[in-house]
């Protein structure tokens, strides 16, 4: 019973090619974000949806791609990946936006390009 | 823009002991929300407890605690009766109104048995 899952826990893969990382929340949340930790464990929100609705988009790539086919799914496809890219990529939910409740967060996907 | 800062990379504590925590902010804003997280070798993301600026009262969570000063934009994290499980990154984050959790750099805190 994960409140927030996210797949796969790993991924690694080459330069150039396109990934992937789905996120699925079971606790009927609004709203849920994509943050990314980089190497020296620095934490930043990416983008945030709230009921499929894109609110926050964070200055990333337009390589990076969110997607929200409902409120419960927010999955993150990423075009022509870079070293640069390596990192832990975190899904998390909350309840709904601008309430200021908790975040939830998955258990993180570690991403590798080499 | 807000900012939060951590300013002990790491930080070590026998078992049972006490240790503080340090945070501070940047903001203008008069509402808004404090939240400390625990990151451990799991790499799970874990709340540990949250204040809200407008209470006064120090928020308190069995055996975490915080000090917030909001004149001194301070927000300590107290841990009480150390435990080896306690062992993690532990996270400071900011937010306020737009939702978006702002992190300082993170506190390695290692307890020594």
């Known amino acids: 019973d994960t409140a927030v899952s996210q797949t796969p826990k790993y991924l690694v893969t080459q330069m150039g090619n396109d990934k992937s990382i789905k996120c699925e929340q079971n606790l009927g949340h609004d709203t849920m974000y994509w943050y990314k930790q980089d190497s020296k464990k620095f934490l930043k929100i990416m983008f945030s949806y709230n009921n499929k609705e894109l609110i926050i988009n964070e200055t990333v790539p337009n390589r990076f791609s969110p997607k929200s086919p409902d409120k419960a799914h927010l999955n993150l496809h990423i075009n022509s990946l870079e070293l640069g890219d390596s990192a832990v990529y975190f899904c998390?939910?909350?309840?709904?936006?601008?309430?200021?409740?908790?975040?939830?967060f998955g258990n993180g996907t570690r991403l590798t390009v080499t | 823009a807000q900012t939060v800062t951590q300013s002990q990379p790491e930080m070590s504590v026998q078992e049972a002991e006490t240790v503080t925590l340090s945070c501070t902010y940047d903001t203008s804003e008069s509402d808004y929300y404090l939240f400390w997280y625990k990151q451990p070798p799991s790499r799970q993301m874990i709340l540990v407890i949250r204040?809200?600026?407008?209470?006064?009262q120090n928020a308190t969570e069995n055996r975490f605690s915080v000090n917030f000063q909001k004149a001194a934009k301070s927000f300590s994290l107290k841990i009480s009766d150390s435990q080896l499980g306690d062992a993690a990154m532990y996270f400071c984050a900011y937010s306020q109104g737009a939702q978006k959790l702002v992190f300082g750099q993170g506190t390695r805190l290692t307890i020594n048995p």
């Open positions: 204040q809200e600026a407008y209470k006064q």
């Open positions: 998390a939910s909350s309840l709904t936006w601008g309430d200021n409740s908790p975040l939830h």
